[in-house]
């Protein structure tokens, strides 16, 4: 499998998002961002069979439609997100997968993993040299999970699913190969309840609105990401008013036993 980082907009520190190669004469491409030459280059002695992203994110997917349009590939989109998919690609898939779909290129399969969380339609892909997990986890740093479309519950669950899968090794949508998928699992879990604690405290303690709840819950000053840190606690009320844990419509926050 190869990686491949191309420059793309995209608010992840690297600035490149990564897109894999699998196969060595009918491949597939997983998360073609954009198109660039190095992609091109890896393709060049291979027929490409499948085109497959891990989510819809602009910087995911936007060579999906170069990349369909001048190879005879496979369109491959989430089962049910079909509309969702043609929205951010322009492209009409021409099959869909969901949990356990098993995609053939010619050095092995690819298996359909479900973790949902970062976005809706997220799903991950089990090869023969670990797992393509797209913006699941990353070698350092964490992941945004934002309201509305980022669900916290779901991607807690992504994350121990994972876990519990053990893979090898992580391909991330950003960075570098992870070798210990198991122990970034853990840390990114780690650090989603350490941020649940503090979203939970604050809320105990009075502050009400988002922007209080956010500022009371970060360390540090988040100006300079002020969107991404209110999604990110807007996804962790959610989580805790679906658990009972706090009361909050969207607009205010109260102790679940207020």
């Known amino acids: 499998m190869e990686r491949i980082s191309v420059p793309v907009a995209t608010r992840a520190p690297s600035g490149q998002t990564n897109a894999y190669v699998l196969g060595r004469d009918r491949a597939a491409v997983i998360d073609p961002c954009a198109r660039h030459e190095r992609v091109d280059d890896a393709l060049a002695s291979r027929s490409l069979a499948h085109v497959l992203v891990t989510h819809h994110h602009p910087d995911h997917v936007g060579g999906v439609a170069d990349y369909a349009a001048e190879h005879d590939a496979t369109v491959w989109a989430r089962r049910g997100r079909e509309a969702a998919f043609e929205a951010a690609t322009g492209v009409t898939p021409n099959r869909t997968f969901s949990e356990g779909t098993e995609i053939p290129v010619d050095d092995g399969q690819l298996r359909v993993v479900e973790t949902p969380g970062h976005a809706p339609e997220h799903v991950a892909f089990a090869t023969d040299d670990g797992l393509v997990c797209g913006d699941l986890a990353a070698a350092t740093g964490s992941v945004a999970v934002g309201a509305p479309e980022g669900e916290m519950r779901a991607y807690c669950c992504s994350l121990r699913r994972v876990i519990a899968r053990a893979p090898g090794r992580l391909f991330p949508g950003h960075g570098p190969v992870v070798d210990d998928a198991g122990e970034t ?44 840190a209110e999604a990110t606690v807007a996804a962790h009320l959610e989580k805790l008013a679906v658990e009972g844990r706090v009361a909050w419509d969207g607009e205010r926050a109260r102790p679940a036993s207020a």
């Open 185 to 228: 699992c853990r840390r990114l879990l780690a650090h989603r309840l350490d941020r649940e604690r503090r979203v939970e405290a604050a809320v105990v303690e009075g502050h009400e609105t988002l922007p209080a709840i956010t500022d009371a819950a970060y360390d540090k000053g988040v100006e300079n990401v002020r969107d991404l």
